[in-house]
């Protein structure tokens, strides 16, 4: 695997949100299974690029990983090939615009987007809900750097009485650009692996660990 290949797993889960129903979809298969993380793809219809499903059970509150998401600024230190990412607006407690850019070595171009965020949690199952999807039109490009034309992401969490939860997150992307879509699906699972290995240790840092927030109920 070259370096320009492994910046490229990064853009496949390089922003942290709206599922496709898939109705129409392939089947899931399996491509990684290991620590306790399950990564999944199917062909997309309407796309070259293949959609990807991973699973996980974190041992964490639903504050504790609200938290982590919505530290924009951290995100550099665990979602995998995020070179550069800041907060844009903060609409509310939930719900905020940020920018990423996804590192990419020479010669190919850093990728970049902007992203919604938006956490919602089930006033009755506590089940938790983040979205996360890219605006490509709320700036104006950047020189020498490729803007991601699709990006949406859709976590799907769901708290136990045993103070564990189960993680289901899907993302559908197009990271621009002339990559083949055949050699990004050869290995798209690396990023959404990374990146959710590094999430099990972020997670417990004390700062979201022992977070507080007045739109979550754990």
């Known amino acids: 695997m070259t370096v320009v290949l492994k910046s490229y ?6 922003s942290i949100f709206t599922f496709s129903s898939g109705a129409s979809q392939g089947e899931w298969h399996l491509k990684k299974d290991q620590g306790g993380i399950r990564i999944y793809m199917r062909s997309n219809n309407h796309s070259s690029f293949n959609e990807i499903k991973a699973e996980m059970t974190i041992d964490s509150k ?60 089930d006033s009755i ?23 991601v034309p699709l990006s949406k992401e ?19 992307v197009d990271p621009g650009g002339s990559v083949p879509a055949w050699l990004i699906n050869s290995f798209a699972e690396k990023g959404p692996f990374e990146t959710f290995r ?8 004390p700062k979201y660990r022992d977070a507080a927030l007045p739109f979550i109920r754990n």
């Open 62 to 121: 639903l504050s504790a990983l609200a938290a982590l998401l919505l530290d924009v600024h951290n995100h550099t230190n665990w979602v995998y090939s995020v070179k550069t990412c800041y907060l844009l607006r903060q609409v509310s407690n939930n719900e905020l615009y940020y920018y990423e850019v996804i590192d990419s070595p020479f010669p190919a171009n850093d990728r970049d987007l902007i992203v919604h965020l938006k956490i919602m949690q």
């Open 198 to 205: 590094r999430l099990q240790q972020e997670v417990d840092i």
């Open 154 to 172: 859709f976590w799907h969490v769901v708290p136990s009485a045993d103070n564990l939860l189960r993680i289901e997150y899907y993302l559908e």
């Open 125 to 147: 199952s506590r089940v938790m809900t983040v979205t996360a999807t890219n605006i490509p039109d709320y700036m104006p490009a950047k020189k020498n750097v490729v803007r």
């Open 9 to 14: 797993f990064g853009i496949l889960f390089g």
